[in-house]
T-cell receptor
């Protein structure tokens, strides 16, 4: 079993829809959680960075962490065609070394105009 | 400000040749990371630098792979005697180091390596 599981998609939604992207994980020591967006032939771009449980909102993006369920989510409101990309989750724990992140394989999102 | 810069953006070479990939991190970032990304796979950790030293080289797949960092800034990843399975996108990331906190990593656009 992988430490971090992420549905590869592709996930296709109409423009304006609310998108929900998710990752599950097995290591209860994870404390730091990130979401990255990666366009084709580009490097991952940091979208959200959260510590421990709870919600964090930034514009149309909301990151949610549920440590009891070992589940994190990224919600995109009013999705746009420009949101079409691969979304990667990443997480780390202080016990394994705060530098070491484990990445999901990414979910490919297509927002249809 | 300037982000993480990687060169070359694309590299095509013949099997058996050596290649050198370069990463210029964000100014002031003491931590630097190399990853490999293959189609349909997640990011595979290769090596981590803190300043000029590499406390974690555990991800380097074989002794054909090596990396160095000089002056606490630019890093080069060298692959000797390349094999076809080395074909992938090699990504570099950097981060600042916080006391007792995990800092997010910022990525370059990668070097797309193709071994013929």
């Amino acid at each position: 079993q992988k430490e971090v599981e992420q549905d590869p998609g592709p996930l296709s939604v109409p423009e304006g829809a609310i998108v929900s992207l998710n990752c599950t994980y097995s290591n209860s020591a994870f404390q730091y959680f990130m979401w990255y967006r990666q366009y084709s032939r580009k490097g991952p771009e940091l979208l959200m960075y959260t510590y421990s449980s709870g919600n964090k909102e930034d514009g149309r993006f909301t990151a949610q962490v549920d440590k009891s369920s070992k589940y994190i989510s990224l919600f995109i409101r009013d999705s746009q065609p420009s949101d079409s990309a691969t979304y990667l989750c990443a997480m780390s724990s202080a016990t394994s070394g705060t530098y070491k992140y484990i990445f999901g394989t990414g979910t490919r999102l297509k927002v249809l105009a | 400000g300037a982000g993480v810069s990687q060169s070359p953006s694309n590299k095509v070479t013949e099997k058996g040749k050596d290649v050198e990939l370069r990463c210029d991190p964000i100014s002031g970032h003491t931590a630097l990371y190399w990853y490999r990304q293959s189609l349909g796979q997640g990011l595979e950790f290769l090596i981590y630098f803190q300043g000029n030293s590499a406390p974690d080289k555990s991800g380097l797949p074989s002794d054909r792979f090596s990396a160095e960092r000089t002056g606490g800034s630019v890093s080069t990843l060298t692959i000797q005697r390349t094999q076809q399975e080395d074909s992938a996108v090699y990504l570099c990331a950097s981060s600042s180091t916080g006391q007792g906190a995990s800092q997010p990593q910022h990525f370059g656009d990668g070097t797309r390596l193709s071994i013929l």
